[in-house]
């Protein structure tokens, strides 16, 4: 027994080191699949996630700043939202999008656009929760000093983005955070279609499946490594100066 | 501007049946309330009692439950950008934005999109006005709080509004810091001539800057008019409390010679300079600083204080730099403000006898309804 456990070990630490080299090599030597899976995956997460911003910031703005008798049901709702499981967001998409379901004519199913819709009901609510404690913590004062030197609603909205960019971009950033890293939803509305709807976490599933657990690992590495990236360039935004210091 | 107290005929600012309703409880109700061209009306009051709420409806930055506000006499509202652009403020905490004095004195201007050239000439005008000119490539960020409050009014002044809120700009500041500034920012906005509104919870401060007060209290006006009569003549208990006086006498004048009215109050006769004939019911009071203090039965020196009266000191209690002394003549209450030496010297303790003494021209009197 004592001689088995170090050499478990030591097993372990060998397939994690291999995967790490195995994922420099998929990416220098940029064969078979790796630089479309890639791609796929940045666009149908980053795609998904500007989309999710464009609904999810606007619903931030207004529940962050607003004073009215539901706003406290909203945003339980919205905070509900930012916990739905991927597989369940998946399986309604699937159904819509299904010949049977009502949006089958659109003949989405198993394609990317399909994977971004899934991806933006994912990442919206997200967006909207975390904005709008974000916009909320702008001081109502600095709206009203803004709204009282002359600027209009859209200049007044833009100054408090700028004021509560940090927040603001860290809802950007989880909702990225979220649909790049996520399985369910992807693999149920896409399918995981070789050189068309595979993107790098249904291929680290492909490859768990297939037994290839250092590939697995592999793109695993990949995975980390690009989020990292992605997400390092939009902190890199958040962690600017804000509009105001005093 | 205009003379202190004169009537305003042609408001240039109006608000209307004003009424804020916050979950149920109305949290301004102010039927009138006009604004003359190029005077300064300062809003006096205790936290809570809806000042800044309704600076807030007059300057457009918040919908009233109802009621109306009049611009120059035509009616604006929230939605009304151009009426919006009118107006400009200064609120407690200048909320300066990184970069230089100068881009921070230009925002609305850039908000308003005006030409480089013409934000610099009316940028570089209005430092000189506030007294930083020169100042505008300094670091807007290294500024004192007095400073960053000055860059404050440039910012809003720059603008040319037709109106000027102020809301609490000096409440950050020291007492001494807050001395100067208030001086100063009335010798701004008395040669700037603009409409201005001004909220403080500071009666010296609202003496220093207005041109008339308006005391608010749970939501309403209670009190208005010029500086000296609304500080000097409370309208109520609550009002009295509020500015450091004791509630006003009642009295009947019984003489007037060349304006000097002789009052008939309880156990004594005082004297005012006022215009009421005979017979006329009044209310008056007297400011505790214009009121002094004398060791009973000691010769009071030759002067023009009219008004002496043989009183026992009710109550005594320290005031920040002074002793708030009220003396208690045939139940007529009287409050003094004494300087802590003097209240030292005359070892004051309830229930001792005093004497005190005013001018006649200390008095504020008022018809009583």
Known sequence: MLRVKPSTER????????????????ILQGSGEIWPVIGLSLAVSG??????SAIGLPIGYFLGIS?????????????TAMGFPPVVIGLFVYMALSRTGPLGQLGLLFTPQAMVIAQVILAAPIVAGVATAAIASVPRDLRLQVRALGASRLQESLAVFKEGRRGVMAAVIAGFGSVISEVGAVSIVGGNIQGSTRV??????????RGEFGLAMAWGMVLLGIALLATAALTLVQQRGSMYDR | MTDRGETIAAPAVRGTNIKVVYRGRAVVDVPSIGIGSGETYALLGSSGAGKSTLLRVLGLLERPTSGHVLLDGAQVGVGDLSARRRIAAVFQKPY???????????????????????????????LERVGLGGW?????LTLSGGEAQRVALARALVL???FLLLDEPLSYMDPLLKRSLSLRFAQILASEHVTSLYVTHDQDEAATVADRIGVMREGRIIAEGDPEAVLGLPVDAWAAAFVGMEPALEGTVVSNTDGLAGISVPGAVLYATSDFPEGTRVLLAVRPEDVTLYEAGVDLPAGSARNRLQAVIAESRPSGTSVHVVVDHCGMRIAAAVTRASAKELALAPGEPIVAVFKATAVQVRRRD
């Open chain 2, 96 to 126: 300066l934005l990184r970069g230089t004095v100068a881009e921070n004195v230009a925002y609305g201007l850039t908000l308003r999109r005006i030409g480089l050239a013409e934000t610099s000439s009316r940028v570089s005008s209005v």
């Open chain 1, 200 to 209: 790098m976490t249904t291929a680290i599933v492909f490859y768990v499946g």
């Open chain 2, 136 to 140: 505008g490539d300094r670091n807007a």
């Open chain 2, 160 to 162: 040319e509004p037709s």
């Open chain 1, 67 to 79: 004073r009215f008798a539901v706003r406290g049901t909203l945003i339980l709702l919205v905070n």
């Open chain 1, 47 to 52: 795609a998904a996630t500007l989309i999710a």
């Open chain 1, 11 to 26: 097993i372990k630490v060998h397939v994690y080191g291999q995967a790490i080299l195995d994922g420099f090599k998929l």
